[in-house]
């Protein structure tokens, strides 16, 4: 784990530059198409903008050149009497009409030119009541009257009026053009501007990502070269390392057997001693019974407690002590010549090897009212027949030991491959065992919980010795009152070398 953490922080730099780096060059993109579409929008507008201002100009010029249609055709019909004059004026004015509705339709969005508007309106009306009493008077046959009507009001000045408020408003829509214009110019500007910084963005994120590549090319080549080299070293490392291994295995191996075999001999003594001391106390006892009853006097009750009670009772202590040192000797001289043994691996199905095991210890499951489940189907592996059989037999057997009281005791055994190991699981609803103990029940002479079934903390140790052997690991999870499920993890197939 803690490997894996430095690698991490290591490559965590060169991560964290390529994303800031990427980071910039999206949100320079962003704000690059954010402004293209900034100032597309204000082409855009300013285009609707100038459409609007030359069709203002083009109705405002329709307008005026029929109104001056208009009075030029009053004006030869007063003269020439001709009614052909007479049906321009009246298609002049019906033109007008709507020409003057779109102007002022165009125009309503601005208030600078509502009061022009209003007076181009007024005027207009003006100069069409004029022309029609001029008309009329000429349909009437009294043209000396109308041409006299037109020499003293010739509407001259109406017109030069009308003229100049068109003119306002058309440089009204000039002023509005060239303020347009202007914002048109800014937002370009704007625009380089913005595409100038981006592109100065991303050309520092380019320039960024190449040196952080190239560096990380180069700290990759010179870790692969180191690599290498240790890989050209690595298979001799191994091979020492192995084999110092095996050397400090063999002297441990030694001498546990040595303490072990050590020991058994005093042991033997004190076991021989103690038989000899139980049976002195046998006439020991029947002297005291004598003397009882022959010269009561002499014998005192400390002697009578010594030799019917504390005698016998603490050679009972020393037989049940030394018989404790006995089973414990014998579990070490166990784990001694099981680490001396030659492995020999074999393909084994592991799902028929748990029911050989189950059928094996059948009168404890049934006297201990176990259910015991083996899930089909299971991996095939290539093992150690023996230390896998005592493995899982020690598991399933402590499984069906350390039942919960309050329900049946149940045990499932299944099997299942992962990349590279195959991972046997026993569980059980047993009484659990708690979190703070999960590494210490595999230590020797360690247990963990109520001690109400017989054992020397032995099995799980061997467990996790045998497991190592086989190239593999042990674990468990469990919580109190909850069961526990025990994770035997190996490799597909033993290699002989590692074991």
């Avoid at 894996?4 to 690059?32: K, Q, T, Y």
């Avoid at 009308?162 to 002023?175: H, P, S």
Wanted: hydrophobic content about 45%; overall charge neutral.
């Amino acid at each position: 784990m803690k490997g894996s953490s430095s690698d991490a922080s290591a490559e965590n730099p060169i991560g964290r530059i390529l994303i800031a780096a990427m980071a910039i060059g999206f949100l320079a993109l962003l704000v690059a198409a954010g402004a293209a579409g900034y100032v597309v929008r204000q082409t855009n507008r300013h285009s609707d903008w100038v459409v609007h201002t030359y069709r203002v100009e083009s109705v405002l010029i329709e307008v005026r050149r029929l109104a001056e249609q208009q009075e030029t055709a009053r004006r030869g019909y007063m003269l020439a009497g001709s009614p052909a004059f007479l049906e321009s004026f009246e298609r002049a004015h019906d033109e007008l009409i709507p020409q003057v509705a779109e102007l002022r339709r165009l125009t309503a969005d601005n208030p600078r030119q509502r009061v022009p508007m209003a007076m181009v309106t007024r005027r207009l009306a003006e100069i069409d009541a004029a022309q029609r009493r001029t008309n009329a008077l000429v349909q009437q046959g009294r043209g000396a009257e109308a041409l006299a009507r037109f020499r003293a009001d010739s509407g001259l000045q109406r017109m030069m009026k009308l003229r100049g408020v068109f003119d306002t408003m058309a440089g009204e829509e000039r002023r509005l053009l060239a303020i347009r214009d202007a914002e048109q110019i800014a937002s370009r500007q704007t625009f380089s501007t913005v595409m100038a910084i981006a592109a100065l963005l991303f050309l520092a994120v380019v320039i960024v990502t190449f040196l952080t590549m190239r560096r990380y090319t180069r700290d990759l080549h010179r870790s692969r070269s180191a690599l290498a080299s240790l890989n050209a070293t690595l298979e001799e490392q191994v091979k020492e390392r192995t084999a110092d291994l095996a050397l400090a295995n063999e002297e441990i191996q030694r001498f546990a057997y040595i303490v072990s075999h050590d020991l058994r001999s005093p042991l033997v003594n004190v076991m021989g001693f103690t038989a000899e001391l139980s049976a002195a106390t046998q006439p020991l006892s029947a002297l005291i019974d004598r003397a009882e009853v022959e010269a009561p006097h002499i014998v005192t009750e400390e002697a009578r407690l010594a030799a019917r009670e504390d005698l016998p009772e603490a050679i009972g202590f020393i037989r049940t002590s030394t018989a404790k040192m006995d089973r414990l000797i014998n579990a070490i001289l166990k784990l001694s010549r099981e680490g001396r043994r030659v492995l020999a691996p074999e393909m084994i199905a592991l799902d028929q090897l748990v029911e050989q095991i189950g059928d094996s210890i059948r009168h404890v499951i049934d006297d201990r009212g176990v259910t015991l489940t083996v899930e089909r189907p299971m991996p095939v592996v290539v093992s150690d027949r023996i230390a896998l059989e005592q493995i899982l037999s020690n598991l399933i057997e402590n499984a069906t030991k350390y039942r919960h009281p309050a329900r049946a005791a149940e045990v499932h055994v299944s099997a299942h491959e992962t990349p590279g190991r195959v991972i046997v699981a026993v569980r059980d609803n047993g009484r659990g065992i708690d979190p703070r103990d999960h590494q210490r029940i595999f230590d020797l002479f360690r247990r963990s919980g109520q001690q109400d079934q017989p054992g020397e903390g032995i099995g799980l140790a061997h467990v996790r010795a045998l497991a190592y052997r086989l190239g593999g690991t042990i674990s468990v999870e469990s919580q109190l009152g909850e069961g526990a499920t025990f994770f035997l993890s190996l490799p597909p197939s033993l290699s002989i070398e590692g074991a």
